[in-house]
């Protein structure tokens, strides 16, 4: 393959005789990587350790027939198409063949422009079929991808600026702290731009240990490296036509920046431990909380990266510079965990709600968003109080100059010593996954003294009080 080369599909052809399977090569070469195997061992081990997406089967092999081996490959791949091709077409062997999960038959002697269609069809039922399922696996893990909640001016400033990127390909530089929603803002330039028909591929290189960077980014071929026991492709090469985010991308080592820096600037990769370079169609995305401009002072990171990279730049601000939203942002959670949980919970009360405005929200929207569902999790509603709230939310210091709301220090010493009981039973709880037995032990209490105490604070698992109970 060439510099100039696209990634192409990979075609196995297995055939006991050489010339046949030279005939499928010289056919199928201009547009296929082409593998081929003597026999079906020979061709289970190749579907083993590459990348595989058509597979050209004979009926007729020694020792395995070609019913055998195709039952053996849709066992370790059902995504992989199978095309049959015999010199004698049996209405029983059809049968056979499609149950198991066959594409097609194609019978010898054939047109090359017949192999040629079959194989395209072949090839492109597979790709369409990886590209479901990684979109229902998206649809899945990130239902609200793409909702930027948020009145504030800034918020509205953002989201007109994610509009006008998403129109184009070039590259973005999304800044701000953790937890502040980086990530989404990255999947809606995406999914509202012109190749949101295409993968989103996410990546945190500084989650990944530093002998393992390299080969996530841009893959690597069998045996590489100890361990490398097949052909992995890289996020680069997963993200073909699609956006490949980069998160954290100030925490890159110094080689591995280097080697981005040459994937932005040629727009092509090469696997560790090959020597072929692929070409690559990638819109790159990258989202960082650490200050660029500083590190590139402190020699850190390179300036000529960081100009790459710095196209278009985006900042989020942190949730205490639009505190006005956490009551929207609650909203937004309260359904989604409603809907997960399978709970009515109305939602927080006003007073709840000025304790969040309060709170300085170290964490951002991902702070805000934990404190909703674990709140949800033991709370059955109808509505969320003060009481409901964690204890290091309700009483540690707020937004510079605002501190606890009054509201938190409106209690006798019972109710005090009732929240906090309350605040430590709920911690118990969690850490417990929800087990009152195993609650009850950690607290040293009588199983139906908790679940008492629980239906009094109208909580998951208490129950209406009984007679005599303790």
Request: a negative charge; proline letters at 5%; zero cysteines.
């Amino acid at each position: 393959m060439s510099g100039d080369d696209v990634l192409r599909p990979v075609a196995l052809v297995v055939d006991d005789e050489e010339s046949v399977r030279e005939s499928f090569r010289l056919v199928l070469d201009q547009d296929y990587d082409v593998l081929d195997a003597p026999d079906g061992a020979r061709a289970l081990d190749i579907v083993r350790s590459h990348h595989v997406d058509v597979v050209l089967l004979d009926i007729r092999l020694p020792e395995m027939d070609g019913i055998e081996v195709l039952e053996r490959l849709k066992a370790l791949d059902d995504s992989l198409e199978v095309i049959l091709v015999t010199a004698v077409r049996t209405v029983r062997t059809a049968v056979a063949a499609m149950k198991l999960g066959a594409f097609d038959y194609l019978t010898k002697p054939f047109e090359d422009e017949e192999l040629l269609s079959l194989v395209r069809r072949a090839v492109e039922k597979r790709s369409l079929e990886r590209e479901v399922t990684f979109l229902r696996g998206e649809l899945a893990r990130s239902h609200d991808r793409d909702e930027i909640i948020g009145d504030h001016p800034e918020m509205e400033k953002l989201a007109r600026l994610v509009t006008q990127v998403a129109r184009t390909t070039t590259t973005v530089l999304i800044t701000g702290e953790s937890g502040t929603g980086k990530e989404l803002i990255a999947r809606a330039i995406h999914h509202r731009g012109p190749r949101r028909d295409k993968p989103f591929v996410p990546v945190n290189p500084a989650a990944i240990p530093d002998a393992l960077v390299e080969s996530e980014l841009f893959g690597h071929e069998k045996g590489a490296f100890t361990g490398a026991h097949q052909r992995k492709l890289g996020r680069f090469e997963l993200a073909q036509g699609g956006t490949l985010f980069l998160d954290e991308i100030g925490l890159l080592r110094a080689e591995v920046q280097a080697k981005l820096l040459r994937v932005l600037q040629e727009r092509e990769i090469e696997r560790v431990g090959g020597t072929r370079s692929i070409k690559i169609d990638v819109r790159i995305v990258a989202a960082t909380n650490v200050d660029l401009k500083r590190a590139v002072a402190a020699g850190a990171f390179r300036e000529d990266l960081y100009y790459r990279l710095n196209v278009v730049p985006i900042a989020v601000p942190p949730l205490r510079a639009r505190i006005e939203d956490v009551p929207r942002l609650v909203d937004h959670f309260v359904r989604r965990y409603n809907d997960e949980f399978k709970k009515h919970i109305q939602g927080f009360t006003p007073e709840a709600l000025s304790l969040l405005a309060s709170y300085a929200w170290p964490g951002n929207v991902r702070e805000l968003q934990n404190v909703v569902e674990r709140t949800m999790v033991l709370v059955d509603g109808p509505l969320i109080g003060p009481a409901d709230l964690p204890l290091d939310v309700t009483v540690a210091p707020g937004r510079p100059g605002l501190g606890v709301a009054p509201e938190s220090l409106r209690m006798d010493l019972n109710q005090a010593s009732d929240r906090f009981e309350r605040i430590i039973v709920q911690r118990v709880l969690e850490e417990v996954g929800g087990n009152v037995s195993e609650a009850a032990r950690v607290l040293g209490l009588h199983r139906n003294s908790l679940k008492v105490k629980l239906a009094r604070w109208k909580l998951a698992g208490g129950e209406p009080e009984e007679p005599g109970a303790q």
